[in-house]
């Protein structure tokens, strides 16, 4: 399946039209998000700031609950 075919779906039950999803608003925040990327050597996808700790992958809902308690009582 083709990166785009995959996201079809979502992209219908959220009533995302391609339009919305091109332009120079998602161009100017993909840079941004690049941008930042490079700032803290993230090296690709996903990753997730949690407070002061970076998350590379997909963290387990318990690791989510344990990181977002600990930036919420700093």
């Known amino acids: 399946m083709q990166p785009l075919a995959a996201v079809a779906p979502v992209r219908k039950r959220l009533a995302i039209t391609p339009a919305a999803a091109e332009g120079p608003e998602v161009e100017a925040q993909l840079r941004r998000s690049r ?8 090296p ?12 590379l992958g997909v963290p387990s809902a318990a690791q989510l609950e344990r990181l977002l308690a600990r930036a ?3």
């Not at 941008?35 to 993230?42: C, E, M, P």
């Open 35 to 42: 941008a930042l990327a490079h700032v803290f050597a993230i």
């Open 44 to 55: 690709g996808t996903p990753a997730l700031a949690v407070g002061r700790t970076l998350v």
């Open 72 to 74: 919420a009582a700093t």
